[in-house]
């Protein structure tokens, strides 16, 4: 079983930074994808960025040129780095790994508010 573990979100001013760790623990596969997701309530959690082995990324329009996902592969671990932050990104914040064997494993959250 893959645990995730998140880490770094909170309370920040519009134009603010965070980054937020998500690190992976337990029985760990070749790892094919990490990324970032995020839901408010009422709505679908949607994809923020995601990384494959390779190095490739994706990041939801709505975020590019102020988010950016990196990893440290030796520690299993996803970044996400936030500049800019506005109050539309305010939401529950979800890492999630692709891994050989487990398939989907998600972390359990945790909550970015951007307000003044």
């Known amino acids: 079983q893959v645990r995730l573990v998140e880490s770094g979100g909170g309370l920040v001013q519009p134009g603010g930074s965070l980054r937020l760790s998500c690190t992976a623990s337990?029985?760990?596969?070749?790892?094919?994808?990490m990324g970032w997701y995020r839901q408010v309530p009422g709505k679908q959690r949607e994809l923020v960025a995601v990384?494959?082995?390779?190095?490739?990324?994706n990041y939801a329009d709505s975020v590019k040129g102020r988010f950016t996902i990196a990893t440290d592969n030796a520690k299993n671990t996803v970044f996400l780095q936030m500049n800019s932050l506005k109050p539309e990104d305010t939401a529950v914040y979800y890492c999630?790994?692709?891994?050989?064997?487990?398939?989907?494993?998600w972390g359990q959250g945790t909550q970015v508010t951007v307000s003044s």
């Open positions: 990384i494959d082995s390779g190095g490739g990324t």
């Open positions: 337990g029985s760990i596969d070749t790892i094919y994808v």
């Open positions: 999630r790994f692709v891994t050989g064997g487990q398939g989907n494993s």
